[in-house]
C-alpha cells in the first residue's frame, strides 16, 4: 500500500498546539517528566549558570506536597543521557541540514547529506524515521546547542529577573531557525510532525525544550508551577514558531512582540488558573485565536 499522505500543513498546526490546549494533566506530567533527568526538591543546582531571584510566572497557590521523594526534573548528580544519534548519523543528518532550505525535509536532502559526507545514496534508509528524523536532529541539536548560546549571553542575562532571561532565551532559540535557514521550510516540518507516529515524539521534545529554557533562566522552584510554566512555554513556543514562518517584518520584530505579548498575558493569568488543564488550555486557546487574527490557518 503507498504510504500515508502528510497532513496538510493546516492540519499539522491544528494537531500540535490542540494537543497542547486539550491535552490531560496525566498527559500534560508525563510529557514534562519524560525526561530521565531528576531534581532533589530545594537543592541547588551548581550547574546552572544564572541565579534564580523570583518565580518565572504568576501561577496558583496550590500548597507543594510534603515529600522528600526524588523527582525527574533535572540531574545534578546523573550525568545527561546519551545522544539519541550514532556519531555516523550526526555526520551525515548535520550535512542534511544544509539541503533543507533548498530542498526542504525530504530524501533528496538526507541523499545530498550522505553523498556530501562520502557515503552511499542508499545510506539515508538506515535512517530508522526517515525524513522525520532529519526534523528530530534539528530539535535536538537546538536544543543542546542553546546552553552554549546562554553562555555567551551570561553578562547580560545576569542583570535580568528569571521572568525577562526566559524571554531572552526563547527569542534566542527561535533565532536559531532564522540562522540555519529553516524558518521558510519549518510549516513542512509541521506536517511531519503531526503524523500519528511521530506527534507523541514531537511533543516530548516540545516539553524538554521548555524544560531547557526554564532551567537555563534560573528558575529552580519544585512546587507544582513547575508543570504549568513548562505547559504554558510549551504551548507559546508552538504558537511563536508558527507565527515565525509567516513574519517579513524586519529582523522578524514582529514574532519578538508576538512572543513577548504572549509571554505577558501567561503571567497575568497565572493567579486566576486552578490547574494545569486549565492553564495550558487558556494559553494553547489564546495562542490560536491570536493566530487566525493575524491570517494564519488552523
Known amino acids: 500500500m503507498p504510504p ?11 494537531h500540535l ?14 510529557a514534562l517528566l519524560s525526561t530521565t533527568r531528576s531534581l532533589v526538591p530545594a537543592t541547588p543546582s551548581p550547574r546552572s549558570p544564572l541565579k534564580s531571584d523570583k518565580t518565572l510566572i504568576q501561577t496558583p497557590s496550590t500548597a507543594a506536597p510534603k515529600s522528600t521523594t526524588i523527582r525527574s526534573y533535572h540531574s545534578t548528580t546523573h550525568p545527561p543521557p546519551p545522544p539519541p544519534f550514532t556519531p555516523t548519523e550526526q ?15 525530504t530524501a533528496e ?13 542508499i545510506s539515508p534508509a538506515v535512517l530508522a524515521d526517515g525524513e522525520f528524523g532529519l526534523v528530530r536532529w534539528w530539535l535536538w541539536s537546538q536544543r543542546e546547542g542553546l546552553k552554549e548560546r546562554v553562555k555567551a549571553l551570561e553578562k547580560e542575562l545576569e542583570r535580568l529577573g528569571v521572568e525577562e532571561r526566559v524571554e531572552v532565551i526563547t527569542w534566542e532559540r527561535l533565532k536559531g531557525n532564522v540562522e540555519g535557514g529553516i524558518v521558510g521550510r519549518w510549516q513542512e516540518a509541521l506536517a511531519l510532525m503531526a503524523l500519528p507516529s511521530y506527534l507523541p515524539h514531537s511533543l516530548k521534545e516540545l516539553a524538554l ?3 531547557e529554557i526554564i532551567y537555563l533562566a534560573g528558575d529552580k522552584s ?5 508543570y504549568t510554566k513548562r505547559a504554558s512555554l510549551s504551548a507559546i513556543y508552538a504558537g ?8 517579513t517584518s524586519l529582523d522578524q520584530r514582529e514574532t519578538r512582540a508576538f512572543l513577548r505579548r504572549r509571554l505577558d498575558e501567561a503571567r497575568q493569568v497565572g493567579g486566576a488558573v486552578r490547574n494545569v488543564t486549565e492553564w495550558v488550555g487558556f494559553t494553547g486557546a489564546a495562542v490560536v485565536n491570536i493566530l487566525r ?4 490557518r488552523i
Not at 91 to 100: G, M, T
Not at 222 to 226: L, Q
Open 4 to 14: 500515508a499522505p502528510l497532513p496538510s500543513t493546516t492540519m499539522a498546526s491544528r
Open 209 to 211: 525544550l521548555a524544560d
Open 17 to 30: 498546539l490542540r494537543s497542547l490546549a486539550m491535552c490531560s494533566p496525566t498527559t500534560t506530567q508525563a
Open 109 to 121: 536532502s538526507l541523499a545530498l547529506g550522505a553523498r556530501d559526507t562520502g557515503h552511499l545514496d
Open 240 to 247: 511563536t514558531e508558527l507565527f515565525q514562518t509567516t513574519d
Open 222 to 226: 519544585v512546587d507544582p508551577s513547575w
Open 91 to 105: 555526520l551525515l543528518l548535520s550535512a542534511a541540514l544544509k539541503h533543507v532550505p533548498t530542498h526542504g525535509w
Open 293 to 296: 487574527s493575524k491570517g494564519v
